[in-house]
């Protein structure tokens, strides 16, 4: 066995390479052996067959079968030099691409850190004005009630708190869209809103934009835009087009972004800019690596990684340039059909997965008593916050800093719901959810994360959680979602608690 496993080439069992569907490596090695031993020994055979024929009238009747020993042993000297020739030949190849692949993925990942850190200014202030708003109006709400001679009216205090949540939202929407730009998935093919993804990567223009007078126009299906196909690479070809465009324009200049169906099953993503142009010379050149006509500016990979990708993807990349007119990039993307199994992706936190065959729901409770909720997360400020503001929507709630503590404490008493994090030291979100769902199938688990990914919420669901939910935690969503499982497992309604 272990000759046979030191025989056997590395890439014996390797996937064709890409570009090459139609011809794997192992079938490469047989290619090149087959032909190797025909060129080789066919010749060799024909000559050691006319000297055998050649002894027939000689009188040392040894001749031929020492020719023949001869023959034989130079036969399989050479099949063994064939057969190790060949199979470093290819193994050579296979490491090469092997290699070529790794260094394509570094340079992608690379490059969409260096833009990352192009972004940090504009991030920075998409960030910082919304927590300055925070600070002056939570400081002007101190104010109104220490300064103030007379305390200020509820209509005044729920003004500034509306304005403080909006503001909260704005900084958590950047921060995930950051979160995801920045990711390295590996290519997973899903169902993909791409007038979504279009919204999220000029988002991160909007700053510069605004601060140099550009036009970011956009033209997109009023009903939306869905196609399978990666997000995440989606997003960093979007990306290295975008940004091409907004180096290219000067002041005041417009950038227009489209996005259409196509006959035949393609989408066109089409992003078009006022700016210089490119030299008909330049332009069969601007998809080679560090090839770039920005002087500094430019690194010369983003439109190679972007064609890299858009191949990837089994689309095509177009582009159209006059000197002075400006520039056209069209992404033409396969649209892929309908999402699997011929239905919608439910939104993250509305996800209702069957009960287990065999579960039994708990027992109703009595009419007027409150549903138990179980918080479970790390953060303490932020459990005793949430906590208070279920138990003022007629929840009770108890609170637990660890997985191993809600765990005990489910042991101990009777809950209906938990909701849990997903990122807690020791014993993790999903872990917890596992033993939950063996050890108490009537308690139903909401899961709490501040990147709900869409491999998150499949495993999420898979596992048996009730829904997973995005922080900074929306209090409104959370209560219609524990109502709804309450109503569900026949358990007690909350009870508003008296106004103060």
């Given amino acids: 066995m272990s000759l046979l496993s030191r025989l056997k080439p590395s890439f014996w069992d390797h996937p064709a390479p890409p570009g090459m569907k139609k011809l794997s490596y192992r079938r490469m090695w047989k290619i090149n052996f087959t032909v190797a031993v025909v060129v080789t020994l066919l010749p060799l055979v024909i000559l050691t067959a006319i000297l055998v024929l050649g002894q027939a009238d000689q009188s040392w009747h040894m001749g031929r079968y020492h020719l023949l020993v001869l023959m034989g042993l130079s036969l399989v000297l050479m099949l063994a030099v064939i057969f190790k020739g060949t199979r470093d030949q290819v193994e050579r190849l296979y490491r090469a691409h092997l290699q070529q692949a790794q260094a394509l993925r570094e340079i992608v990942y690379t490059h969409k850190m260096a833009s990352i850190g192009r972004l940090a200014s504009g991030v920075a202030h998409q960030i910082n004005n919304p927590l300055a708003v925070v600070n002056e109006k939570a400081g002007l709400m101190k104010d109104l009630l220490t300064m103030s001679p007379e305390p200020p009216s509820r209509q005044r205090l729920l003004e500034l708190v509306e304005s403080i949540l909006q503001e909260v939202k704005?900084?958590?929407?950047?921060?995930?869209?950051?979160?995801?730009?920045?990711?390295?998935?590996?290519?997973?093919?899903?169902?993909?809103?791409?007038?979504?993804?279009?919204?999220?990567?000029?988002?991160?223009?909007?700053?510069?934009?605004?601060?140099?007078?550009?036009?970011?126009?956009?033209?997109?299906?009023?009903?939306?835009?869905?196609?399978?196909?990666?997000?995440?690479?989606?997003?960093?070809a979007m990306f290295n087009i975008v940004n091409n465009a907004v180096n290219a324009v000067g002041p005041g200049g417009r950038i227009g972004i489209s996005l259409q169906n196509r006959p035949g099953g393609w989408v066109c993503l089409e992003v078009s800019d006022d700016g210089p142009g490119i030299a008909p010379e330049h332009l069969k050149h601007i998809f080679e690596p560090f090839f770039t006509t920005s002087g500094r500016l430019g690194t010369g990979l983003g439109l190679s990684i972007t064609y890299?990708?858009?191949?990837?993807?089994?689309?095509?990349?177009?582009?159209?340039?006059?000197?002075?007119?400006?520039?056209?990039?069209?992404?033409?993307?396969?649209?892929?059909?309908?999402?699997?199994?011929?239905?919608?992706?439910?939104?993250?936190?509305?996800?209702?997965?069957?009960?287990?065959?065999?579960?039994q729901s708990a027992p109703a409770q009595p009419a007027g008593e409150r549903p138990r909720v179980l918080l479970?997360?790390?953060?303490?400020e932020y459990v005793q916050i949430v906590s208070q503001r279920l138990g003022r929507r007629g929840f009770q709630v108890d609170t637990a800093y660890s997985a191993h503590e809600a765990l005990e404490r489910l042991e101990r008493d009777r809950y209906d719901a938990v909701v849990l994090d997903m990122m807690m030291p020791v014993l993790g979100g999903m872990e917890a959810l596992k033993r939950i769902r063996a050890e108490h199938p009537s308690v139903a688990v909401i899961l709490q994360t501040g990147l709900a990914t869409q491999e998150r919420q499949?495993?999420?669901?898979?596992?048996?959680?009730?829904a997973l939910m995005e922080k900074p935690v929306d209090i409104q969503l959370l209560s219609r979602k524990l109502e709804e499982l309450c109503r569900r497992h026949g358990h007690g309604q909350p009870r508003q608690a008296p106004r103060s």
């Fill in 170 to 236: 704005r900084a958590s929407s950047t921060t995930h869209r950051l979160l995801s730009f920045a990711r390295q998935l590996s290519v997973e093919p899903s169902r993909v809103e791409l007038d979504q993804v279009v919204r999220e990567v000029t988002g991160f223009f909007s700053s510069e934009a605004s601060q140099r007078s550009l036009r970011l126009e956009m033209d997109l299906p009023p009903g939306g835009c869905a196609i399978q196909s990666d997000k995440g690479l989606l997003e960093q």
């Fill in 458 to 466: 499949e495993t999420a669901a898979r596992l048996g959680a009730a």
């Fill in 376 to 380: 479970v997360d790390d953060e303490k």
């Fill in 308 to 359: 890299g990708i858009v191949q990837k993807l089994g689309g095509r990349i177009e582009v159209e340039s006059r000197l002075g007119q400006g520039t056209t990039f069209r992404l033409l993307l396969p649209q892929g059909g309908q999402p699997p199994e011929g239905g919608d992706r439910p939104e993250a936190g509305e996800q209702h997965p069957p009960p287990p065959e065999g579960e």
